[in-house]
Structure formats: C-alpha cells, structure tokens
C-alpha cells in the first residue's frame, strides 16, 4: 500500500510536470492526478485510524478535486476554444528546471517547514507543491492557465495541512471543499464574462476596461 510520503510525492510531480506543459486539457489531467492523490492521501490516513469521517472526506475529495473541477475546466475550456497557453517569462522547459531545483531543495530542507513530531519529507514536498503552483500563475498568460496554478497552490496547502497537522474536523474540511468548488464554478463564470468582453483571455492584452 501507498505511503504517505508517496502520495504526496506524487502529487509534486504532478506539479512539475504541469510546468513543462502547455496543452490546457494535459494540465488537467495532472490536476486531477493530484487531487486523486490527494483523495487517496485521507483514505489511507482514514483507514489506517479506522476514521469513518476521513475516509468519506477523501471520497468527497476526490470526487471534486480530482473529477468535478478538472471536468467542469475542461468543460470551460472546448466553450472557450483554449487549447494551449504558451505562457511568459519562463518557458516550459525552464519552468521545469526550476520547479525540478524547488522540489530538491525543499525536499532535502524539508526541517525547515516539518512540524514537530511529523515526517519531514512530507512537508518538504508540500511546500515544493505551493512553489510550483505559484510559478504556474505567473508564467502562464490565459486566465484560464491562472486559475489552474492557483488550484495547484491550494492543493499544495491541503497537503501540507494534512501532514503537519493530527487532523481538521471533517465538518470544516467539507465546507472548505464546498467553498473551493463554488469558487471555480464562480471563476469559470468569470472567465466566461471576460472572454465575452475581451473576445480573449489573454491578461498581456488586457490593456483597458470595457463596459
């Protein structure tokens, strides 16, 4: 079985791979390989405690982290006609390269960031996932791009929260997934509206507002 320290380690490569991408239906399967190993991640901590709450919360996360937003994006996505964002600033390959350097070096100074009493490693690659997603919102150039890193960024919280800590009540944890989804159901409406009225989503071009 999994460990712990796999599937978060999965869900940073996950990251580092949606760096050196640029097809918008490929970054979404690497989210949703995220939030599957992320679900997996409370199934496992569910099962092993005997956790009815958990268990049923990695189910939820799952199905919404890891098949409902990356569905409903991609969704977005075909209405929208995005099929790739080339980004700006760094390319693809470098992005990966620094992403690659981020991994190793919060990994092996994974201390740093660890609570007392929990494995390192697990905190190191949480905050590698955060990094990554925050590298992804500011080299991507469609909104569209953006709004996947930031989800990138939240998964890498969640991660981290889930390792460092002994547990969120599942009542507050639903309610934060719940408000998650609702989020990106409101950004996609957004997204929508923009597209409308910019007849693109491309921030570089975004140079004036219009009513």
Request: hydrophobic share 60%; charged share 10%; aromatic share 8%.
């Amino acid at each position: 079985m999994a460990t712990f320290q796999e599937l978060v380690g999965l869900a940073a490569m996950a990251s580092l791979w949606m760096l050196g991408i640029t097809r918008v239906r490929s970054m979404l399967w690497g989210l949703g390989a995220q939030g599957a190993a992320l679900g997996a991640l409370l199934l496992f901590r569910g099962i092993n405690n005997g956790s009815i709450g958990e268990t049923l919360l990695g189910c939820a996360v799952i199905a919404v982290k890891a098949i409902a937003i990356p569905v409903f994006l991609n969704w977005s996505a075909c209405r929208l006609h995005v099929v790739r964002d080339r980004g700006v600033g760094l390319g693809p390959g470098l992005a990966m390269l620094a992403g690659a350097l981020i991994v190793v070096l919060c990994y092996f100074k994974s201390g740093w960031f660890s609570a007392a009493g929990s494995v390192s490693g697990n905190a190191g690659l949480a905050i590698a996932t955060v990094l990554m997603g925050l590298i992804i919102m500011m080299t991507r150039r469609l909104a569209l791009g953006m709004l996947i890193g930031f989800l990138v960024l939240d998964n890498g919280i969640f991660s981290y929260a889930f390792t460092q800590t002994p547990g969120i009540p599942v009542v507050i944890e639903l309610g934060v997934l719940f408000d998650l989804f609702m989020g990106v159901l409101l950004a996609g409406m957004v997204l929508f509206r923009v597209s409308r009225s910019f007849e693109h989503m491309d921030v570089l071009e975004m140079r004036e507002l219009h009513e």
